[in-house]
């Protein structure tokens, strides 16, 4: 354990040398890992905004959808209901559906299109890409 002959100072310079030499690659490789660990955030927080883009983009898209099925189909109850459609007709749903739910569809639908895609851009926006 102990030297049993003289120590020369040569050795101590050169143990000294090398643990301020592992220091500094230490902190070369704090610093390295620090700058990758602040890339690997960035890129999962740009990941996250892509993904909540798609799914905020499909929510708003598939609520637009069934309220503007549901109308439709309230169009064309309405429709079916009219005394001065035909018995056949009406029985067959060969009926016109009402207007103004029909329209009201239309409106309900496109403006899903639209707001869900601005939704959609604008997180992406957030995510930098």
């Not at 030297?3 to 704090?30: C, F, M, R, W």
């Not at 169009?75 to 009219?82: F, L, R, T």
């Not at 007709?89 to 639209?114: D, E, H, K, Q, Y």
Request: charge should be negative; proline fraction near 3%.
């Amino acid at each position: 354990m102990y030297p049993t002959g003289p120590v020369k100072y040569t050795h101590i310079v050169i143990q000294e040398e090398n643990s301020s030499l592992a220091k500094q690659q230490s902190t070369d490789a704090l610093s390295t890992s620090a700058n990758s660990n602040l890339e690997i955030i960035k890129a999962v927080d740009r990941t996250t905004h892509a993904v909540r883009a798609f799914v905020l983009f499909l929510f708003y898209q598939l609520s637009s959808i069934t309220a503007a099925v549901f109308f439709y189909l309230v169009a064309e109850a309405v429709g079916n209901s009219n005394d001065e459609c035909e018995y056949t007709l009406r029985s067959f749903g060969g009926c016109p559906p009402n207007s103004f739910f029909l329209v009201l569809a239309v409106v309900t639908w496109l403006g899903g299109v639209i707001y869900s895609s601005n939704v959609g851009w604008k997180e992406i926006q957030k995510s930098n890409l």
